[in-house]
């Protein structure tokens, strides 16, 4: 089993900034690609920004060049640094791990951003 704890979450205003951590721990050693999705209220989960074991990443069009995802091996934690915060990031965004057979989720940290 893999566990993922989330931290970093918060209130912003727009403009703002936040970074979030995931530190991942349990079965790591088959973790491919870990990720953040994010799931705002009344609308579907959605992919955020991933990075690969190798360090290949992929974003959200709508996140391009305002948020990086970057991973921290030695501490087995994945970080999403969030710039120019906008309202419409205001989500709960959740951790996720990749293994070959299975998908492991966070519980989840709420970014809220708002004047």
């Known amino acids: 089993q893999v566990q993922l704890v989330e931290s970093g979450g918060g209130l912003v205003q727009p403009g703002g900034s936040l970074r979030l951590s995931c530190a991942a721990s349990?079965?790591?050693?088959?973790?491919?690609?870990m990720g953040w999705y994010r799931q705002a209220p009344g609308k579907q989960r959605e992919l955020v920004a991933t990075i690969t074991s190798g360090g290949s990443t992929n974003y959200l069009d709508s996140v391009k060049d305002r948020f990086t995802i970057s991973a921290d091996n030695p501490k087995n934690t994945v970080y999403l640094q969030m710039n120019s915060l906008k309202p419409e990031d205001t989500a709960v965004y959740y951790c996720?791990?990749?293994?070959?057979?299975?998908?492991?989720w966070g519980q989840g940290t709420q970014v809220t951003v708002s004047s």
């Open positions: 996720n791990a990749r293994t070959p057979i299975e998908t492991h």
């Open positions: 349990g079965s790591i050693f088959n973790i491919y690609n």
